[in-house]
Structure formats: structure tokens, C-alpha cells
């Protein structure tokens, strides 16, 4: 979502500065160019030196100095920028913004970019809690900027309140919403989403699952809740935080999910079934723990219910039912297989096998197929990124069936 964007990062003369060598970092890795204004205060605080090693370009401190991008050199940056984040971003440099001033590199930089302003405020609480300077943050909003909340806990001055810069993942995931696909709100819609893996019980203690760890389809769950959905998330054993803003209802076995998704069902205008069910259970559950021995086990399995399959043949003309394959073979075969027998809308597939996609990853690499025939690459992207990606085509395809006035 962040390759080859322009990022103009302002850091201005706070302590939280120091963060921001890890934020150009993790916004490299993420693909983005990175360039750095270092304000004069913010040069007490952090080595230019440092900033140039890891954004890979020379860093900015003062109006005056040779710029290698070159519009007109003051705006030079401005033009540049697909985005400009100012962060730590300090009362000061709140108060001059609101007023228009450009006495320096950044604060010219910002009057001149027609490029989004992300902003994210570190400082004392009482400075930041001031009258003033909420007013100042209300008329950058008023503008067009996007402000990143501070976060509230023990600050360098020693006490405890708001006024801490979020961390650099919570900064490089605010400023990611910019370049999200644009998705039709989804607001009015009722969305059930499942996810993670189910367990089937061997004994009280052991179990027979697989590897997913829900994170794809948790992502789903929350872009759609973002999006303005009301979202019902049934999900497996999972060590994600259970999502706000939504019904997440949890399970166990493949039979705990068939009874509420199909509860849910009826009722949902679209269906995004993330989950990796257990194909098959034990057939006969000991009570208490098998013993070890010197023989071998033997454990006859029967199949699971396909609550996909089910869920095709219930499905109303309205409705729109999204599958996922999770194939290390044959992926394109065996997806599309699966979206004919399974009366599908759309199917994400996915190889497994690919140690940058499928379980347990924060990374996917997809294709859609549907049922028109299509097949779409999709390239490899955060599965946060891929959420919104997901939507945006679902919400094509409610479009297509003329259920969006």
C-alpha cells in the first residue's frame, strides 16, 4: 500500500523524536520513499546523520541548504509529496500551522503541499489539553488534516496522562487508510465473517486442527466494521484480540460454527467465510485422556459438515458469499472447482505453501476468481491492506446484483 509513495516526514523538537529512526525504518520496509525535515529542535533530539543512513536520502534542516529534488527549491518537497506525516508534532509547531506561518523548512513545506497532512501531537498534557491549543488542532482538522491521537501513559516530564506519540506501527497504520482502495461505504449492510480454525476433540486434552491463526479473517471483519458494516465475526480458537465494534461469537468444533452460521445466515447481505474448518472429526471421542502405550493409535475420522456447501444452496439472489481455498497444489483448479460446486459469488485462493502467504503470516498473496470467469492477481500485501482490497470487490459485485440504490 506504501510502495514507491513519497513520504515527507516533518519531526519537529519533541523527545519523542528518537521514535521516529524506527518509523522511517518500518515505512521503508513497507516500500515507501521517505524523506526527513528535521526542525531545528528536532536536531537536538535526533542525528541527522542517523535520519539519512536509514531513509537512504539526504534529510532537510534548513531552508538554505541544497535540495536534490528541485521545483523551486523551497517547495520542492511540497510537490513531491503523496503524503506529508509530522510527527512528533509539537504545540509550536500546531500554533504556526494554524496561523499559516512558514518561517522554516517544514512549515513551508505544509502551506505549500496540496499532498494529505497527517499530524500526530506528543507533549505535556496541560499543553496539550490547553484551550489554545485545541483550537489550533480544530482548525487544522477544519482544513483537511488528519490527526493522529496521542496516547495517554507516563510522559518524559513525569507525569502520567495524554500526550504520547502512538508507536511507529500506530502511525504507519493511520497513515495507511490514505492509500487504501477506495470502498463504498458499507454502511446498512450486515456482514457475518468467520475465521481461525476449528478443534475436533480426540480425548479432553488433545485435538485435531490446523494451522490458521484467523489474522486474514479478522482483518476482514474489522475493515468491514471501519466501513460502517454491522458485523457478526464467528470465529475459531484464535490468539487475536477479539475486535470492538462488532458481535464475535466464539467456537470450538466445525459443528459449533455450521449451528451459528447458519443462525446468522438468513439474516446477512454477504458472507465472508475465512475460516479453515476442520474437514473431518473423530468419530468416536474418548471421555477421559487415551493413555500412552507401546502400540499405535488408531482413529477413525468422518467428514465434517461443508457449511459451504450448505450456505450455497441457501443462498437468496440478494446475498453475496465470498469462500476461501487454501490449496499448495493445482491453486487455480481447485478454486474454481470449488466456486462452481459451492455456488460461490467469489473465492479467495491462496498457496499456503508460500511462506509469505497463508497461516500465520501478516502477509497474503491472492487471486480472485469469479463467477464470470475473471481471475485476479493480486500482489503480495499486508493482510490488513488485502482486507480492504477484498471489500471493495464484494462491494462491486452487491453493486452488479442492483441491491445498492
Not at 513551508?108 to 499532498?115: N, S
Not at 438468513?266 to 500412552?292: E, F, G, L, P
Request: glycine letters at 6%.
Amino acid at each position: 500500500m506504501l510502495k514507491n509513495k513519497n513520504i515527507v516526514l516533518g519531526v519537529t523538537g519533541g523527545i519523542a523524536a528518537y521514535k521516529c529512526v524506527d518509523l522511517v525504518s518500518r515505512l521503508r520496509k513497507k516500500g515507501a520513499e521517505v524523506h526527513v525535515i528535521l526542525t531545528k529542535g528536532a536536531q537536538n533530539f535526533v542525528a541527522e546523520t542517523a535520519m539519512r543512513e536509514i531513509s537512504g536520502n539526504s534529510v532537510v534542516t534548513s531552508m538554505w541548504q541544497d535540495i536534490p529534488h528541485y521545483d523551486v527549491e523551497h517547495i520542492a518537497l511540497a510537490n513531491l509529496a503523496d503524503l506529508v506525516l509530522i510527527a512528533p508534532a509539537t504545540a509550536n509547531l500546531l500554533a504556526k500551522a494554524a496561523a499559516g506561518m512558514a518561517d522554516d523548512m517544514l512549515t513551508t513545506t505544509l502551506l505549500a503541499t496540496k499532498a494529505p497532512v497527517f499530524f500526530a501531537p506528543a507533549m505535556n498534557s496541560n499543553m496539550y489539553e490547553n484551550p489554545v491549543t485545541q483550537n489550533n488542532i480544530c482548525a487544522l482538522q477544519q482544513r483537511g488534516w488528519h490527526l493522529i491521537p496521542p496516547a495517554s501513559g507516563h510522559l518524559a516530564c513525569g507525569t502520567d496522562g495524554i500526550g504520547r506519540m502512538p508507536e511507529p506501527s500506530e502511525l504507519i497504520e493511520a497513515v495507511e487508510g490514505c492509500f487504501r482502495p477506495k470502498c463504498r461505504s458499507m454502511a446498512g449492510l450486515r456482514v457475518l465473517v468467520t475465521a481461525a480454525g476449528t478443534r475436533e476433540p480426540i480425548d479432553p486434552v488433545r485435538y485435531i486442527g490446523n494451522r490458521s491463526s484467523g489474522k486474514m479473517g479478522y482483518a476482514i471483519a474489522r475493515a468491514a466494521a471501519e466501513l460502517g458494516a454491522e458485523v457478526t465475526l464467528i470465529s475459531g480458537p484464535s490468539a487475536l484480540p477479539v475486535p470492538p465494534g462488532m458481535n464475535v461469537l466464539q467456537v470450538e468444533s466445525a459443528r459449533d460454527m455450521r449451528r451459528l452460521v447458519l443462525d446468522a445466515f438468513s439474516s446477512s447481505d454477504i458472507v465472508i467465510k475465512a475460516a479453515a474448518v476442520s474437514d473431518y472429526r473423530v468419530k468416536n471421542t474418548s471421555d477421559h485422556k487415551i493413555k500412552k502405550n507401546d502400540t499405535e493409535l488408531t482413529l477413525v475420522l468422518e467428514k465434517n459438515p461443508d457449511i459451504l456447501r450448505e450456505l450455497g444452496q441457501l443462498k437468496q439472489p440478494q446475498q453475496i458469499l465470498v469462500g476461501f481455498a487454501a490449496e499448495t497444489q493445482n491453486l487455480v483448479q481447485y478454486a474454481q472447482s470449488k466456486l462452481e460446486k459451492k455456488n460461490l459469488d467469489m473465492i479467495v485462493a491462496n498457496d499456503v505453501s508460500n511462506p509469505k502467504a497463508g497461516f500465520n503470516v501478516d502477509t497474503n498473496l491472492i487471486k480472485l476468481l469469479k463467477r464470470d470467469g475473471s481471475i485476479e492477481e493480486i500482489p503480495l500485501m499486508s493482510k490488513k491492506e488485502l482486507a480492504y482490497v477484498i471489500l471493495s470487490r464484494v462491494m462491486e459485485l452487491k453493486n452488479m446484483n442492483g441491491a445498492i440504490e
